[in-house]
């Protein structure tokens, strides 16, 4: 890892991602989105600033990104080193997820 931290509710996020996707659509799967995760945190590394604030989600001091073609929003914070404080996917309840989450 270079660039970037993951918060201890980001690994976890991205376990439960990949045990679902395995579970649901195989390990092969799984594992190509967790990989393309990985990348999306490399890129941000490389460029903070890109994606959004979204104060009606959050009054944290962090950014969302959509991992695309995933549904998943990277939250982070942009920093250095910049920290990934989640990875949940877009239908989830965001608000309340981050509501409960340290600061």
Known sequence: MGGYILSPESLEDVYEIWSYLARESGVDF?????????????????????????????????LFYRAFPFQYMIV??????????????????IKRILHNRPE
């Open 30 to 62: 799984a594992g190509r989105v967790e990989s393309a995760l990985f990348e999306k945190f490399d890129l941000l590394a490389q460029h903070p600033g890109l994606g959004h604030k979204r104060e009606d989600l959050t009054k944290l001091p962090v």
């Open 76 to 93: 982070y914070r942009p920093r250095i080193p910049l920290e990934i404080v989640g990875v949940l996917h877009a239908k989830r309840h």
